[in-house]
Structures are given as structure tokens and as C-alpha cells.
């Protein structure tokens, strides 16, 4: 099967390019990179072509929810566009996990992109993710004496088996929103900063920061974490911590 993968080149996406060749399918990446730009809608049709599943990854990194509407609704729109266009039977995507129980900007963006694939003309599934073990070194990656980590709850997941579980759901019927996925405990973001930077032998100092209002108090207290019955990954945070990718400084 010939599976297209939207944002394949970012950290995520590769690891969903590597689970789709693993399943023993075809892979297209679609990037900029590729020669694919999601905005402005050119090259999706040659890239789509032959593909029966599309799998968007695809992300930019914001606070702005004027930015983050823009972005996913435009991207995801042209994407379903040509995907109707040339066929494809099955268009997943991955958001996250409280994302309707948290109003920052970032998130509207996901619902709107939710949304659209949901009312889509292309029948598609929404997967959404607690956040990935690898979030807690992208809390740290500025460097500096301090680390600054949001306080926030969660049940953290290994990319990889997020990965995986996308390219299962792209090879079956197409399910609309299904169940959460998230990992196998629930850990605080502040203290998983203070492993990881143990694990490296760094002696940075991990500051946890509440963000104000209803958004802060809803992370702190478990608006992100799953509410009910759903897959579970395996791996946990220690496990993870012992892994090469986690020592790697490269490709958050």
C-alpha cells in the first residue's frame, strides 16, 4: 500500500515513515523539503498520486491561535482537497489528548483541523496522543543554568509507538475519533525534566512554571491526560531514559 505521510520529515514523522515501511508499505514523504508545500497546495497532487492513506503529522509550532487556525485549517483543507482528487480512501490524523479541554492557541488549531477531517469528503480517522516521552527534552532544549518546565501532567508515550499505532489505524477502515492513546503512567513534566537531565549528567536546575489562569490550572491538575478506556503503550519513562535517543541532543 502506498502511504502518504504529511510532515514526514519532522521528528514524528520519521519515525512514521520508518513504521510504514516496517508494515511493509510504501512510504511518500510530504515536505517542503520534497518539493511539497501543504500551504500553498503545490506539489500535493503529484505526491498523492497512487497514495490509498494519508497520514498528517504535520505541525508548526505556535502560540498564536490566529497562526495555528491558519495553518491547520489551510493545510488540512488542501490536503482532503487533492487527496479527494486522487483517490485516497483513508486520511488519519494525529492530534492530542484534552485538546477540547484546553483553550490555548495552539490547540484551536487542532480542533479546527479535527474538525475538517472529521466533516471531510475523505473518510478519516482522528488519533489523539498524550504527550511523547521526548516532550520533556524539548522543555529543556534552550540552553541556560535554568531550565524553565511548565507544570503539567501527564501520561507520556514513546513516539515511536505512536508512530506504530498510526500506520495500523491508515491500514483499517477508516473509525472517525477514537479511543485515547497514551503511555503506561502519569508523570509530571517538571520531574521528568530533573531525570533527563540527571540521565545526560547535567546539573541544570529544572524551575517549574504554572501558567496563569483556567489554560494553567487545567494542565496542572489532568486536563491532558486520558478520560477513558483506550490503547496504552508500553514503554515507560525510565525505559525510555535508558535508550540511545534518549542521550541524543539532536532531532526534537
Not at 506539489?43 to 503529522?57: H, K, P
Not at 507520556?156 to 495500523?168: G, H, K, Q
Not at 541544570?204 to 483556567?214: D, I, K, N, Q, S
Amino acid at each position: 500500500m502506498r502511504i502518504a505521510v504529511a510532515g514526514g520529515t519532522g521528528w514524528i514523522g520519521r519515525r512514521v515513515v520508518e513504521a510504514v515501511r516496517a508494515g511493509g508499505h510504501e512510504p511518500v514523504v510530504i515536505a517542503r523539503s520534497a518539493g511539497v508545500d501543504l500551504v500553498r497546495g503545490t506539489g500535493l497532487a503529484e505526491a498523492l498520486t497512487g497514495a490509498a492513506v494519508v497520514i498528517d503529522v504535520s505541525n508548526l509550532s505556535t502560540i498564536s491561535r490566529k497562526r495555528s487556525e491558519e495553518f491547520f485549517g489551510t493545510a488540512t483543507g488542501n490536503l482532503l482537497a487533492a487527496g479527494r482528487r486522487a483517490g485516497v480512501r483513508h486520511h488519519v490524523v494525529l492530534s492530542i489528548v484534552g485538546v477540547d479541554r484546553v483553550d490555548i492557541g495552539y490547540y484551536v488549531g487542532k480542533r479546527r483541523q479535527e474538525a475538517l477531517v472529521l466533516d471531510g469528503a475523505v473518510p478519516g480517522t482522528v488519533l489523539r496522543s498524550t504527550q511523547f516521552h521526548e516532550f520533556a527534552a524539548q522543555r529543556i532544549a534552550p540552553r541556560g543554568p535554568v531550565a524553565a518546565v511548565p507544570q503539567l501532567l501527564s501520561q507520556p508515550i514513546a513516539a515511536r509507538e505512536v508512530a506504530r499505532c498510526l500506520v495500523d489505524l491508515a491500514v483499517a477502515e477508516p473509525a472517525g475519533l477514537v479511543p485515547d492513546l497514551a503511555g503506561p503512567q502519569q508523570l509530571r513534566m517538571p520531574e521528568m525534566a530533573r531525570r533527563l537531565l540527571r540521565a545526560r549528567g547535567s546539573r541544570r536546575v529544572v524551575l517549574p512554571v504554572r501558567l496563569p489562569g483556567a489554560v494553567g490550572r487545567a494542565m496542572a491538575e489532568g486536563a491532558l491526560l486520558p478520560t477513558g478506556a483506550g490503547p496504552r503503550g508500553t514503554q515507560t519513562f525510565d525505559q525510555w531514559l535508558a535508550s540511545p535517543v534518549a542521550q541524543s541532543r539532536r532531532g526534537w
